[in-house]
């Protein structure tokens, strides 16, 4: 079975600080990595693809990438209270298909 | 921006009962997916829909589950006699290629089964 492993948190950082969030899956087939947040209630919106070793940057955002760790991580720099919300990592394989970890829940403090 | 609707926001059922969820994806978007999220659980996959039939489905879409695509716009995800845990918010999704390009969630159905 695929897993995609999340700690849940939550995890507090003080406003303008940087935000490491974190996640490991099993599959070493996975091809492509993605980012979702998701605010409480709502649907996810992706917010970050990687699928290629290394690092990704989109504004504050940066994913990091490491297939032969089976890792991938999100840094949020200069947090700020609106990036409080769950942070779902999802993996895909050579299909379709995404599987989900169950999040991290991210708390931006004043 | 372009977006993925779904109807109704909320659907309250009797179990037992059948439900339909609507959805209209993107237009130029050519694959489908269905999604649930038990509350307080992670995002699960059940069927993904491409050139009006089934590309892959999880254990979770058993016979009880069915999709379709009636006209050009619309999809569809009906539950024929639900359960109390099929309670969950249902996110139908779209993308425009294979291979994971990320999709776009709809804004979700909250199923409450009683």
């Known amino acids: 079975q695929k897993e995609v492993e999340q700690n849940s948190g939550p995890l507090s950082v003080p406003e303008g600080a940087i935000a490491s969030l974190n996640c490991t899956y099993s599959d070493r087939g996975s091809q492509s990595f993605f980012w979702y947040r998701q605010y409480s209630g709502k649907s996810p919106e992706l917010i970050m693809s990687i699928y290629s070793n290394g690092d990704k940057e989109d504004g504050r955002f940066t994913a990091q990438l490491n297939k032969a760790s089976q890792y991938v991580s999100l840094l949020i720099r200069d947090s700020q209270p609106s990036d409080s919300a769950t942070y779902l990592c999802?993996?895909?394989?050579?299909?379709?298909?995404?599987?989900f970890g169950t999040g991290t829940q991210l708390k931006v403090e004043l | 921006e372009p977006e993925v609707t779904q109807t109704p926001s909320h659907q309250v059922t009797q179990m037992g009962q059948e439900v339909i969820l609507r959805c209209v994806p993107i237009?130029?978007?050519?694959?489908f997916y269905w999604y649930r999220q038990i509350l307080g659980q992670k995002v699960e996959f059940l069927v993904s829909f491409y050139n009006n039939e089934i590309s892959e489905k999880s254990e979770i879409f058993d016979d009880q589950f069915s999709v379709e695509r009636p006209d050009g716009s619309n999809f569809t995800l009906k539950i024929r006699s639900t359960k109390l845990e099929d309670s969950a918010m249902y996110f139908c999704?779209?993308?425009?290629?294979?291979?994971?390009?990320?999709?776009?969630f709809g804004s979700g159905t909250r199923l409450t089964v009683v």
């Open positions: 999802a993996v895909g394989g050579g299909g379709n298909k995404l599987t």
């Open positions: 237009s130029n978007h050519l694959y």
């Open positions: 999704a779209s993308s425009e290629a294979l291979g994971n390009s990320g999709y776009t």
